[in-house]
Structures are given as structure tokens and as C-alpha cells.
């Protein structure tokens, strides 16, 4: 399986971007799909998560009301979308993929992607 994030960039505080991940490999249906974040000096985390056939979701709160995740079948490929983005979204993103779809807010996920770097200027 490989994972393939592009979308991010420079954007000022209040604006939005929209990342994806491509995804292709095995068949990834029974899949759970993560975004995650790691800023400088601090630890990777959670930020949102989809089950890939049912479509339900997971959000952290920072990030609620602000942020949606999404697929879309026919591109193998799973959004992040960002609006009212904050100078503390500052951070590299990750996506991720859990084989066992379970959507956890863990680091267990069993594939990731090299990462696209999101700035938020204030």
C-alpha cells in the first residue's frame, strides 16, 4: 500500500487548504483512513479519521467545526479539508492507514505517507 499526500502550503490565518491522500496498493475497502500532524518539538497526533466503506468519521476537537475528512472512491483517495485555518495548524500532515478499520486515535496505523507540510501565518 502506498500513500501519497500533496495540498499543502503557506496560507494565511482565516484561509483554507485541502489536502489529499492517494492511495493505491491492495484492495483498501475494509480500511480505516487517518490524518495526523506533528508540529516542531512536539508529538504526532490525531487529527481526523474516516472508515473507508462506511464513511463514518472522527475528529480530535481542536478541530471540529473547522476541518472535514472525505473520500472519494473513484480517485482511491481520501481529503482533508481545512477552513478557519489557525497559526497552531502549523504542522507536517500525515496520512495514514489502518488495515483493520478501526479508526483509532493512535499512532497504530500500519501505512503512512511522507508527509506535506501546512503553514499558517498570522
Known amino acids: 500500500v502506498q500513500l501519497v499526500e500533496s495540498g499543502g502550503g503557506l496560507v494565511q490565518a482565516g484561509g483554507s487548504l485541502r489536502l489529499a491522500c492517494a492511495v493505491s496498493?491492495?484492495?483498501?475497502?475494509?480500511?480505516?483512513m487517518g490524518w495526523f500532524r506533528q508540529a516542531p518539538g512536539k508529538e504526532r497526533e490525531f487529527v481526523a479519521g474516516?472508515?473507508?466503506?462506511?464513511?463514518?468519521?472522527s475528529y480530535t476537537d481542536s478541530v471540529k467545526g473547522r476541518f472535514t475528512i472525505s473520500r472519494e472512491n473513484a480517485k482511491n483517495t481520501v481529503y482533508l479539508q481545512m477552513n478557519d485555518l489557525k497559526p497552531e495548524d502549523t504542522a507536517v500532515y500525515y496520512c495514514?492507514?489502518?488495515?483493520?478499520?478501526?479508526?483509532?486515535?493512535?499512532?497504530?496505523?500500519?501505512?503512512w505517507g511522507q508527509g506535506t507540510q501546512v503553514t499558517v501565518s498570522s
Open positions: 474516516i472508515v473507508w466503506s462506511a464513511g463514518s468519521t
Open positions: 495514514a492507514a489502518d488495515t483493520l478499520g478501526r479508526m483509532v486515535g493512535t499512532l497504530d496505523y500500519d501505512y
Open positions: 496498493g491492495r484492495p483498501f475497502s475494509g480500511y480505516a
